[in-house]
């Protein structure tokens, strides 16, 4: 709800606006939600909002294996089962035992299904290792990392198999002019790359914690957008969006394990030698053969060395 009028919204206001029966304390939490969002917003126009909860509101509870939410309504408070995924348990169980702080939660409802997001604060503390890792992100490897003399390839073979698959139907599609049919491809394809970034993140992320790694370095690529205008541009983007995905998932996970994350200029990467000569044509695809010295190497992993050593120096 946008009300003209919105900075002196009450909770009277809301309910002539509102079929739904909640109490006094859900119904401010909207509304102050609402405000901290009016900032953004030009139109004057209604929109839905889902219902918020501050965390007196909003109960965790964990009974066996199984974790419920319980809310009040007008009525009575009413507990919900929720299904949760391991890595969701992780953050609940911390919310039960106080190592991190439950903050306001938003109840919504996307394609027939209901969700609770709840935000959580919690310390992280910096780790004192020193080591840099460099994470080169690519087509044929889907990522390289590299610390000191370790190194380790993650494979985005499949991942490049089943983007090409959609890609191809995508074409097919886009001569037809179908962009609706397109976007809704994408999205099936956004979830299952989503899924796998989540995985190869966490991967690279425990391999650094494993290696006493305190930085990770990665390259600074822009000119990334998630949602193509055409389906031209669909085919075009669909690679860097996927890139730029797993880097934020990467800094994230590395983040909140104490990592510094330091972004690196792109420019010859994969072109420099570690005698320092560059050129274009030190790389074949993926072998690095250096013209001047005869040094040889995956291309990918002198990236990530490259990117470790920051070579053309930090990103704006
Ligand atoms: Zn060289």
Redesign the pocket.
């Given at each position: 709800m946008n009300h003209p009028k919105l900075n002196q919204a009450t909770s009277k206001l809301f309910k002539a606006f509102s079929s739904q029966r909640f109490p006094s304390a859900v119904v401010n939490q909207t509304i102050r939600e609402v405000k901290s969002q009016k900032k953004n917003q030009k139109a004057k126009t209604f929109q839905k909002r889902w219902c918020c909860f501050n965390n007196q509101n909003l109960k965790i509870v964990k009974k066996g294996d199984f974790y419920t939410v319980s809310f009040p309504t007008l009525e009575k408070r009413i507990g919900v089962p929720v299904v949760t995924r391991p890595y969701q348990e992780a953050w609940l169980n911390r919310l039960l035992d106080g190592t991190a702080k439950q903050g306001a939660a938003k109840l919504y409802k996307k394609r027939k299904k209901w969700y609770l997001a709840i935000s959580i604060t919690f310390e992280v503390k910096p780790r004192h290792e020193t080591k840099v890792m460099g994470v080169d992100v690519g087509l044929r490897y889907i990522a390289v990392a590299s610390v000191g003399t370790k190194s380790r390839f993650f494979k985005g073979n499949r991942c490049a198999f089943v983007r090409r698959r959609y890609a191809a139907l995508r074409r097919r599609l886009g001569q037809a002019k179908k962009l609706q049919m397109i976007r809704k491809i994408g999205r099936k394809e956004s979830r299952w790359m989503k899924d796998q970034n989540h995985k190869i993140s966490r991967q690279i992320v425990n391999f650094a914690l494993a290696n006493g790694v305190g930085v990770i370095r990665m390259e600074e690529l822009t000119g990334i957008r998630k949602r193509a205008t055409s389906a031209k541009e669909a085919g075009r983007s669909l690679h860097a969006w996927a890139f730029h995905q797993l880097q934020t998932m990467i800094a994230y996970k590395a983040e909140m394990a104490g990592i510094r994350v330091e972004w690196v200029n792109p420019t010859y990467t994969s072109q420099a030698?570690?005698?320092?000569?560059r050129e274009k044509g030190n790389r074949h695809g993926i072998h690095f053969q250096?013209k001047?010295?005869?040094?040889t190497i995956h291309a990918d992993l002198n990236g990530a060395i490259n990117i470790a050593k920051a070579i053309s120096g930090f990103a704006v």
């Open positions: 030698c570690k005698c320092g000569h250096c001047k010295c005869g040094y």
